[in-house]
């Protein structure tokens, strides 16, 4: 194995969470990926999961345990984005802050027979890392919540995680929520600034810098959705509308860059090791990351900059087009136990 990981996230229906995991999942012969853990951003924990679980049955992978996580930012609230938004401009996507507690079905109509696991999110991170100490590669591509939460319960903990790599915040580009910030950065900046700051040997950024280079065009789209799995199914229910509504729309699919280059390093082809800082005081700047040469003390990060797109459009078309697996173990809820599916 390459790679042992926790995937933490916080999954809307397909676009770029679900597709990176579902990437991940056709290459389980280089990355054995522990369990998956859900935090609030993109939507509600409980929504994002849903999502998650039906991929995990779409792609025979229901062995793969799944835990819910934080539900709300660490210090981050609606009441306060609003207040951003009326006194410095409006703030593009609120995420979970704008969602309602209703858990809709996932496409198809049904909930998924796999259910989340009873220990929560934080909890099976520290024990994980615990257990297997210096081997646990942490992706996180969602705000960091759930990993700043383990990193308060447990302070040694970072020094035993062999590496973070995340997507968020940006190096040297604008912000997609607001001119200053990206998403994952804004909606928890405490959190990204505890995990930045923190003791963990490697740490790797795919912020905006990179993950921008490489938007889905109505072109690969079509390609990728004339092959019929249940995965491109349910890429052409999330994606299609926007495509139909404009037929030149570009589709930023900024998690999907960090699952590839956990697949091959390559396709990342410009990285530099930065000093990078989060800004967390209330402002027109909250939540933006940015390189702070004046800042001795700031924590050094290999951020990505550049990548083969080409090379990364190939690898995304043709993990996304494979044939998924048969069905794996599913859970049998009534009775506690696992039954094959």
Not at 57 to 72: C, K, Q, R, V, Y
Not at 126 to 140: C, G, K, R, S, W
Not at 155 to 170: D, H, Q, W
Request: aromatic share 8%.
């Amino acid at each position: 194995m390459s790679h042992r990981l926790i995937f933490d996230t916080d999954s809307a229906v397909f676009n770029d969470d679900a597709a990176a995991l579902a990437m991940l999942l056709q290459r389980r012969d280089l990355v054995e990926i522990l369990g998956i853990t859900v935090v609030a951003g993109n939507h509600t924990v409980h929504q994002g999961a849903e999502h998650l679980l039906h991929l995990l049955e779409l792609t025979g992978a229901t062995d793969i345990p799944l835990f819910h996580g934080a539900d709300a930012p660490l210090v981050h609230t609606p009441e306060q984005a609003a207040r951003q938004e009326v006194q410095w401009g409006p703030i593009s996507f609120k995420g979970a802050f704008d969602a309602t507690a209703e858990v809709q079905t996932p496409h198809g109509g049904r909930f998924a027979v796999t259910r989340p696991q009873t220990t929560d999110a934080v909890s099976f991170i520290i024990d994980t890392i615990e257990q297997y100490p210096d081997e646990i590669t942490l992706v996180a591509v969602g705000p960091m919540t759930n990993l700043a939460l383990a990193l308060r319960r447990r302070p040694g903990l970072a020094a035993r995680i062999k590496s973070l790599v995340f997507m968020g915040g940006t190096a040297r580009v604008s912000g997609n929520v607001t001119p200053a910030a990206e998403f994952n950065f804004w909606f928890d900046p405490e959190a990204a600034a505890t995990a930045l700051g923190s003791a963990i040997p490697h740490i790797v950024m795919f912020g905006l810098d990179v993950t921008n280079r490489a938007p889905i065009r109505k072109m690969l789209f079509d390609t990728i959705v004339a092959v019929d799995t249940p995965i491109t199914r349910l890429m052409r229910h999330d994606m299609g509308p926007r495509f139909e509504t404009d037929p030149g729309a570009a589709c930023y699919v900024w998690d999907c860059v960090t699952a590839a280059w956990l697949i091959d390093p390559s396709v990342v082809t410009v990285a530099e090791h930065l000093p990078i800082v989060v800004d967390t005081t209330f402002g027109p700047t909250y939540g933006a990351a940015r390189v702070a040469e004046d800042a001795p003390a700031a924590a050094i990060i290999e951020v990505m900059l550049d990548l083969n797109v080409e090379k990364f459009y190939e690898m995304y078309e043709r993990l996304l087009t494979r044939p998924v697996p048969a069905s794996g173990p599913v859970q049998d809820i009534s009775q506690g136990q696992w039954r094959n599916g």
